[in-house]
């Protein structure tokens, strides 16, 4: 179960009769800077016994504002509503980012909300959050509005680590580079793949290592290689330890989608139909194009044993 998702946008949303306590932004990847803004509304709404909401856009507004290359996404909604739900968030209301959204003013942003939201208390957003027609609105003006209003302003400074923000931009800089490990600790949790085992071509087994292919399909591309992960699934109680490859299998039948595919170290508990977690610990090496098959089941005999002593396995 995820928090309440309502993807009509603010003319739609239903609230319970408590007072709102609303965080506003994109909030890709639900990173540690974003949890600042978040975890400010759910406290207040905690202590008033009000509702902690969260008001997010899709689609991205790089959609609308630069169709040829927009911004590739962390997560999609569902799984960012899943983890705002874990962060304590009751509602989160998805608005349409239309070209008519873009246009409102920003004197006006204040008032909008009002108009749909008559029992909003506090607005929350992070401290470089812009807003309005041509990006005018700052905090100040938000602050100004909605002293107007009634409305309470919280302003979260941003969140450093290692002398730079922790930013969506940045953890996606990471991901496709391959530097997981670093990509986690600014996410606070482990990247992770989610959906069904799907028929493969069990190429897999005739190299000796039998493969979970999951129905996988991400905005943002990691990058193609091999990683150490933990499976997860509802057929056993624990993580599984094992190892995955995410890329194009240019070796064996070059496809025109990236696929992950995951080899679990022991008894693999797992069947094609079970949805499966998939969670990236660390970068082993790139994919690479091997002169024949011979050669990539040896590379991926070195794979699994790598993985094996990451993991402290026999």
């Known amino acids: 179960m995820s928090a309440s998702l309502q993807t009509g946008g603010l003319a739609q949303a239903v609230f319970p009769p408590r007072p709102v306590h609303l965080a506003i932004g994109i909030f890709d990847g639900v990173h540690l800077g974003h949890r600042a803004v978040i975890e400010a509304a759910v406290q207040s709404a905690r202590r008033s016994g009000g509702v902690a909401a969260v008001l997010?856009?899709?689609?991205?507004?790089?959609?609308?504002?630069?169709?040829?290359?927009?911004?590739?996404?962390?997560?999609e909604t569902e799984t960012k509503a899943a983890l705002l739900r874990d962060l304590g968030?009751?509602?989160v209301i998805v608005e349409p980012f239309t070209a008519a959204y873009a246009a409102i003013e920003a004197g006006d942003f204040v008032p909008e909300l009002r108009r749909y939201l008559p029992r909003l208390a506090t607005v929350y957003v992070g401290e470089n959050w812009r807003f309005g027609r041509g990006r005018k609105g700052d905090v100040a003006l938000l602050i100004a509005e909605g002293r107007k209003a009634?409305?309470?302003v919280f302003s979260a400074p941003r969140v450093n680590l290692d002398g730079e923000p922790i930013s969506s931009t940045r953890i996606r800089a990471l991901?496709?580079?391959?530097?997981?490990?670093?990509?986690?600790?600014?996410?606070?949790?482990?990247?992770?793949?989610?959906g069904?085992?799907?028929?493969?071509?069990?190429?897999?087994?005739?190299?000796?290592?039998?493969?979970?292919?999951v129905d996988?399909?991400?905005?943002?591309?990691?990058?193609?290689?091999?990683?150490?992960?933990?499976?997860?699934?509802?057929?056993?109680?624990?993580?599984?330890?094992?190892?995955?490859?995410?890329?194009?299998?240019?070796?064996?039948?070059?496809?025109?989608?990236?696929?992950?595919?995951?080899?679990?170290?022991?008894?693999?508990?797992?069947?094609?139909?079970?949805?499966?977690?998939?969670?990236?610990?660390?970068?082993?090496?790139?994919?690479?194009?091997?002169?024949s098959r011979a050669e990539l089941?040896?590379?991926?005999?070195?794979?699994?044993?790598?993985?094996?002593?990451?993991?402290?396995?026999?």
């Open 56 to 75: 997010t856009f899709a689609p991205h507004p790089s959609v609308l504002f630069r169709p040829e290359s927009p911004t590739p996404l962390i997560m």
């Open 216 to 291: 996988w399909a991400p905005g943002l591309r990691p990058r193609f290689g091999v990683y150490t992960v933990r499976v997860f699934g509802a057929r056993a109680p624990d993580a599984r330890p094992g190892v995955a490859n995410y890329g194009l299998r240019p070796t064996v039948e070059e496809t025109s989608e990236p696929r992950l595919e995951t080899h679990v170290l022991g008894p693999c508990p797992y069947a094609e139909g079970d949805v499966i977690r998939v969670e990236w610990l660390s970068f082993l090496r790139p994919e690479q194009k091997f002169g």
């Open 150 to 152: 009634g409305i309470g």
């Open 89 to 91: 968030v009751e509602l």
């Open 175 to 194: 991901l496709t580079s391959g530097e997981i490990g670093a990509a986690n600790t600014l996410l606070g949790r482990t990247y992770a793949a989610e």
């Open 297 to 314: 089941e040896a590379q991926i005999g070195h794979d699994v044993a790598a993985a094996r002593a990451e993991f402290s396995l026999p």
């Open 196 to 213: 069904a085992v799907k028929p493969g071509k069990r190429l897999g087994r005739t190299l000796g290592f039998p493969t979970l292919n």
